[in-house]
């Protein structure tokens, strides 16, 4: 698997409906998948990073290339992690948790000394994931999610400072691996 920031020099439009693609997929369960037009207006906006999973070519022909995304977004010295997704069949092999270092790697480079997230208090793995990372609880957001069923879910709010990188790595294109 290679992890990689976009570096924009691919069609934005032929990568957010890939990502939107991802999206629904990992999402499956929920009503919140966003679409590709939606991916579109954010991957478009330069204070957006976009870090990327690709599967190695030799690995898997005639799969698809990216197996997950994260999108992240910068403001002062602060960091959102927008989303996190990864195609089902990618899953349980330290995709998401090396998607999420690339995220805060990408974000540290962009002067972000903190980044924060909120996910569905149903979804365990991703829970699972931030708190393993060092994401801490900050709040909740009553009834935030709306679930495929109708339902609501609260969003649990989650914060990590982020750690100054190690020597040598300032300007880095990203994880690879």
């Known amino acids: 698997m290679i992890l990689q920031e976009w570096d924009r020099t691919e069609p934005g439009p032929a990568l957010a409906a890939t990502l939107a693609d991802i999206h629904r997929r990992a999402f499956a369960d929920d009503s919140r998948a966003w679409s590709g037009p939606e991916i579109l207006d ?59 270092a690339a995220c805060a790697a990408g974000a540290r480079r962009r002067g972000a000394v903190r980044m924060f997230l909120e996910v569905s208090e149903a979804n365990v ?3 699972a994931l931030y708190g393993a990372a060092g994401f801490a609880d900050a709040g909740r957001r009553k009834g935030y999610y709306r679930r495929a069923d109708g339902s609501r879910a609260d969003a649990i709010v989650l914060v990590k400072p982020l750690a100054a990188e190690p020597p040598g790595r300032r300007g880095s294109a990203g994880a690879h691996g």
């Open 42 to 100: 954010l991957i478009g906006d330069r204070a957006i990073g976009v870090c990327l999973a690709r599967r190695e070519a030799a690995c898997a022909p005639g799969r698809p290339d990216v197996v997950g995304f994260g999108l992240y977004r910068v403001a002062a010295d602060e960091a959102e992690l927008l989303t996190l997704a990864v195609l089902p069949d990618a899953r349980r092999a330290g995709c998401g948790a090396r998607l999420l």
């Open 125 to 127: 793995a991703a829970r």
